[in-house]
């Protein structure tokens, strides 16, 4: 089993940032991907981004591409979720995810592991 916790939502102004992180605890991360993904109010949770934990390839929504950037700390067994420029439209709650085995995934259902999320709000 993996835990996941994230931390570090909040109210930011349209084209600041915010640094989301995901600390994750109980089994070793090693052939992980670790996923970030947001749902919105009325819609359907979406894929932000993924890294792998091993290789540290990556993979980013289109939405995101160029504003997010994700990132590990072995050290911490934590990963990160930069986010600059952000829009209102970025408004969603962000959740950490954890897949067992080395290939990115961007669909919800290839993740094993859950956190409880944290809200991002960004005004306008």
């Known amino acids: 089993q993996v835990q996941l916790v994230e931390s570090g939502g909040g109210l930011v102004q349209a084209g600041g940032s915010l640094r989301l992180s995901c600390a994750a605890s109980?089994?070793?991360?090693?052939?992980?991907?670790m996923g970030w993904f947001r749902q919105a109010p009325g819609k359907e949770r979406e894929f932000v981004a993924a890294?792998?934990?091993?290789?540290?390839?990556?993979e980013y929504a289109d939405s995101v591409k160029g504003r997010f950037t994700i990132s590990r700390d072995y050290t911490k067994s934590t990963i990160y979720l930069r986010m600059n420029s952000l829009k209102p439209e970025d408004t969603a709650v962000y959740s950490c995810?954890?897949?067992?085995?080395?290939?990115?995934?961007?669909?919800?259902?290839?993740?094993?592991?859950w956190g409880q999320g944290t809200q991002v709000t960004v005004s306008s």
């Open positions: 995810a954890a897949r067992d085995g080395p290939v990115i995934a961007n669909m919800e259902n290839g993740y094993d592991y």
């Open positions: 109980g089994r070793t991360l090693s052939n992980h991907v």
């Open positions: 890294i792998s934990w091993r290789f540290g390839s990556t």
